[in-house]
């Protein structure tokens, strides 16, 4: 099925660790962004990209570290893992008239120790 | 910056019946869409229904509608006939056309009572 495929599903780091969260999409979708989830803040941008070799920094960038190659594929990494990290990750991309909104990865459920 | 914002965190409806989850939005841009998703346990994000703000109608999916006020800057969900299935999270989304930053309101938690 047509969508955007998050990996991985669950994840526990040691502090310190780095780490790659993989996105990818097959709808050639310009738009791709990573946000975090975290409990009574919704949704905060981290990082996005309007297209392949284009990427800039949202509301919560520090620690993270983004690239986009290609058109399907937006990888979310985290430089060297902290307990603050701890949260809840989506991926998300959308057309760039953006009319129906994002499609949203499963999310990857990060815990720090 | 553009913020939004849900000022009920919880919520809660009786089976059957209507409720109105509330949102607020501030930004000085003319041209924007605005989005009510829905994350049940499955942590699933779904889009639930999108309103674009040129437009002055309403939107409507099924049991779910919008009253969207453009100068209030306001954007509520109404859910008829409530069902157990809507019991989930629900953010309220803002979207400037063409700019790859859709902002996140804190969420409301519907609770369906049987």
């Given at each position: 099925?047509?969508?955007?495929?998050?990996?991985?599903?669950?994840?526990?780091?040691?502090?310190?660790?780095?780490?790659?969260?993989?996105?990818?999409?097959?709808?050639?979708?310009?738009?791709?962004?990573?946000?975090?989830?975290?409990?009574?803040?919704?949704?905060?941008?981290?990082?996005?990209?309007?297209?392949?070799?284009?990427?800039?920094q949202g509301e919560v960038p520090n620690g993270y570290n983004v690239s986009r190659s290609t058109t399907e594929d937006f990888p979310l990494r985290l430089l060297s893992a902290a307990p603050s990290q701890t949260s809840v990750y989506f991926c998300a991309s959308t057309n760039r008239e953006g009319l129906y909104g994002y499609t949203f990865g499963s999310g990857t459920r990060l815990t720090v120790v | 910056a553009q913020t939004v914002t849900q000022s009920q965190p919880e919520m809660s409806v009786q089976e059957a019946e209507t409720v109105t989850l509330s949102c607020t939005y501030d930004t000085s841009e003319s041209d924007y869409y605005l989005f009510w998703y829905k994350q049940p346990p499955s942590r699933q994000m779904i889009l639930v229904i999108r309103q674009e703000a040129y437009k002055q109608q309403n939107a409507t999916e099924n049991r779910f509608s919008v009253n969207f006020q453009k100068a209030a800057k306001s954007f509520s969900l109404k859910i008829s006939d409530s069902q157990l299935g809507d019991a989930a999270m629900y953010f309220c989304a803002y979207w400037v056309y063409n700019n790859n930053d859709m902002r996140f309101g804190a969420g409301t938690r519907l609770t369906v009572k049987p």
């Open positions: 099925n047509a969508g955007v495929t998050q990996t991985p599903k669950f994840q526990v780091l040691k502090t310190g660790q780095s780490m790659t969260l993989q996105c990818a999409q097959d709808m050639n979708h310009e738009y791709m962004s990573w946000y975090r989830q975290d409990p009574g803040m919704g949704l905060r941008l981290i990082h996005y990209s309007v297209g392949a070799g284009i990427t800039d | -």
